[in-house]
Nanobody, 114 residues
Framework: QVQLVESGGGLVQTGGSLRLSCAASGSDISRAGLYWYRQAPGKQREWVATITNEGSRAYGDSVRGRFSISRDNAKNTVYLQMNNLKVEDTAVYYC????????WGQGTPVTVSS
């Protein structure tokens, strides 16, 4: 049984930083691609970042240069470091695990205030 649990979200002011974590259980992530998506109020889900099993990274245009995705296979965890946060970054953030099918967590909310 695969389970993903996001944590680290909260309320932060513009220009601040947060580090999100996503811990996986029931599966070894070492050979899997990992993803972060977000969904803001009134908007569709948006791709944020990807890291492959070999460590290659890619980012969406709106977060490139501010966010950084990383993984720790020993801890079975993927991270999203979020810097210089803006009001438009407010959303529920979800991690995804590609194991032939894609598993999703329940999300962690991030609110950025002026």
């Amino acid at each position: 049984q695969v389970q993903l649990v996001e944590s680290g979200g909260g309320l932060v002011q513009t220009g601040g930083s947060l580090r999100l974590s996503c811990a996986a259980s029931g599966s070894d992530i070492s050979r899997a691609g990992l993803y972060w998506y977000r969904q803001a109020p009134g908007k569709q889900r948006e791709w944020v970042a990807t890291i492959t099993n070999e460590g290659s990274r890619a980012y969406g245009d709106s977060v490139r240069g501010r966010f950084s995705i990383s993984r720790d296979n020993a801890k079975n965890t993927v991270y999203l470091q979020m810097n210089n946060l803006k009001v438009e970054d407010t959303a529920v953030y979800y991690c995804g695990l590609d194991m032939g099918r894609i598993y999703w967590g329940q999300g962690t909310p991030v609110t950025v205030s002026s």
